[in-house]
């Protein structure tokens, strides 16, 4: 675990936030807001996350004073969603659909990567980066790919009418901040995908924002899109947090369309990799996103969001030509000003400890307590 508190894990602008967050408290998991410098227990009024957001008075309500901010101990930091179904958006930025597709020509073997990549960027190049999502000219430069063999399901989701989303954890699943992150043991070319997150409630409104490592394996899903579940889904392989930020008169969408997520991964063996995801570059709006999460389906506990990101990671750690992928030990660190950093060690799923507090434990849990049921006060 990564254990000491920094005031890097918080927004630069501290004093207008209003936080949400989840910690491991000795009754149990429990949800908090952070305002003006100190730590609230609000679970009497709002036993869980979700309850708290679908409240239109989240910002303002009380709780049980903790203890000041600066005495949190960050090794009792949850992730801070807890019943929201964990949705994502894949390939929601022109860089990272050219690399699915490369992925998915090398059939998920990183020592090709480069020869198609060099191929590919050369006969597409900027064109994929300006086209707009089912607009004509999105059809026209699509036609004109299939007539040169180089159509992809990954294209189709870049720029056809509909995005790619899928769900990427179960409830309760997700690992906040400093939790050991888990990429499958089996897998030999992965990386992080450092996010912003939307969480939306139960009517379908965004209410805040926070960061996500959707921490992907390239040779799965490279070897066959229907291997997405594989290389998605498994013991830590999502990490949220610190907190998430309520949208209010000073952060709100405007905020996340403006952010610029930087990532730094550190190996233990001296390796350094940093990164920039600008969400202006973004090829759906967050909110088109959200529309397209919410389809013709119901979420009544809300869901979080993956929005997706630039980066992909093409920086040769070992040998040359085959690009970066994790080794246990490497930090990872995920920050833009107005959410604060995200960090997290990597392992493997099958060495994270497992996660066995599932739902009917949360509520088993809260019952206990007096927190719902008959004895809720």
């Given at each position: 675990?990564?254990?000491?508190?920094?005031?890097?894990?918080?927004?630069?602008?501290?004093?207008?936030?209003?936080?949400?967050?989840?910690?491991?408290?000795?009754?149990?998991?429990?949800?908090?807001?952070?305002?003006?410098?100190?730590?609230?227990?609000?679970?009497?009024?709002?036993?869980?996350?979700?309850?708290?957001?679908?409240?239109?008075?989240?910002?303002?309500?009380?709780?049980?004073?903790?203890?000041?901010?600066?005495?949190?101990?960050?090794?009792?930091?949850?992730?801070?969603?807890?019943?929201?179904?964990?949705?994502?958006?894949?390939?929601?930025?022109?860089?990272?659909?050219?690399?699915?597709?490369?992925?998915?020509?090398?059939?998920?073997?990183?020592?090709?990567?480069?020869?198609?990549?060099?191929?590919?960027?050369?006969?597409?190049?900027?064109?994929?980066?300006?086209?707009?999502?089912?607009?004509?000219?999105?059809?026209?430069?699509?036609?004109?790919?299939?007539?040169?063999?180089?159509?992809?399901?990954?294209?189709?989701?870049?720029?056809?009418?509909?995005?790619?989303?899928?769900?990427?954890?179960?409830?309760?699943?997700?690992?906040?901040?400093?939790?050991?992150?888990?990429?499958?043991?089996?897998?030999?070319?992965?990386?992080?995908?450092?996010?912003?997150?939307?969480?939306?409630?139960?009517?379908?409104?965004?209410?805040?924002?926070?960061?996500?490592?959707?921490?992907?394996?390239?040779?799965?899903?490279?070897?066959?899109?229907?291997?997405?579940?594989?290389?998605?889904?498994?013991?830590?392989?999502?990490?949220?947090?610190?907190?998430?930020?309520?949208?209010?008169?000073?952060?709100g969408m405007d905020d996340v369309r403006d952010a610029v997520v930087e990532l730094v991964?550190?190996?233990?063996?001296?390796?350094?990799?940093?990164?920039?995801?600008?969400?202006?570059?973004?090829?759906?709006?967050?909110?088109?996103?959200?529309?397209?999460?919410?389809?013709?389906?119901?979420?009544?506990?809300?869901?979080?969001?993956?929005?997706?990101?630039?980066?992909?990671?093409?920086?040769?750690?070992?040998?040359?030509?085959?690009?970066?992928?994790?080794?246990?030990?490497?930090?990872?660190?995920?920050?833009?000003?107005?959410?604060?950093?995200?960090?997290?060690?990597?392992?493997?799923?099958?060495?994270?400890?497992?996660?066995?507090?599932?739902?009917?434990?949360l509520m088993n849990n809260l019952a206990a307590r007096g927190l719902i049921g008959a004895?809720?006060?």
């Amino acid at each position: 675990m990564i254990q000491e508190f920094s005031k890097e894990m918080l927004p630069a602008d501290l004093g207008e936030a209003v936080l949400v967050g989840r910690l491991r408290l000795d009754e149990g998991p429990t949800p908090v807001l952070i305002r003006g410098g100190t730590v609230y227990d609000v679970s009497r009024a709002v036993p869980t996350v979700a309850d708290l957001l679908d409240r239109d008075d989240a910002a303002s309500v009380q709780g049980e004073a903790l203890f000041p901010l600066d005495r949190l101990d960050a090794s009792r930091l949850l992730s801070p969603v807890d019943l929201q179904v964990v949705k994502a958006a894949g390939v929601t930025f022109a860089v990272s659909a050219l690399e699915r597709v490369i992925e998915e020509a090398a059939r998920g073997d990183s020592s090709a990567a480069a020869a198609v990549r060099e191929k590919l960027e050369s006969r597409v190049g900027g064109g994929i980066r300006s086209v707009v999502p089912g607009s004509e000219e999105a059809a026209r430069l699509k036609a004109a790919l299939i007539e040169e063999g180089m159509w992809s399901q990954y294209l189709e989701v870049a720029i056809g009418p509909d995005a790619e989303i899928f769900t990427k954890a179960p409830v309760l699943s997700t690992v906040g901040w400093g939790a050991e992150i888990g990429v499958r043991s089996d897998s030999s070319w992965n990386n992080p995908e450092p996010e912003v997150v939307l969480v939306v409630n139960s009517r379908g409104t965004p209410v805040g924002a926070t960061l996500g490592n959707d921490v992907n394996l390239r040779d799965f899903e490279g070897r066959s899109a229907l291997l997405l579940g594989k290389a998605k889904d498994n013991n830590a392989s999502g990490a949220l947090g610190p907190f998430i930020r309520i949208f209010d008169g000073g952060y709100g969408m405007d905020d996340v369309r403006d952010a610029v997520v930087e990532l730094v991964v550190e190996g233990d063996d001296g390796y350094r990799l940093t990164g920039t995801s600008t969400m202006r570059e973004i090829s759906r709006d967050p909110e088109e996103l959200v529309r397209q999460a919410l389809s013709e389906h119901h979420y009544p506990d809300g869901f979080a969001l993956f929005l997706g990101t630039l980066f992909a990671p093409v920086q040769d750690r070992d040998a040359p030509g085959r690009g970066f992928t994790h080794k246990e030990g490497d930090v990872v660190r995920i920050s833009t000003p107005k959410l604060g950093t995200l960090v997290n060690r990597v392992t493997t799923s099958k060495a994270a400890p497992p996660w066995s507090f599932g739902v009917r434990d949360l509520m088993n849990n809260l019952a206990a307590r007096g927190l719902i049921g008959a004895g809720a006060r």
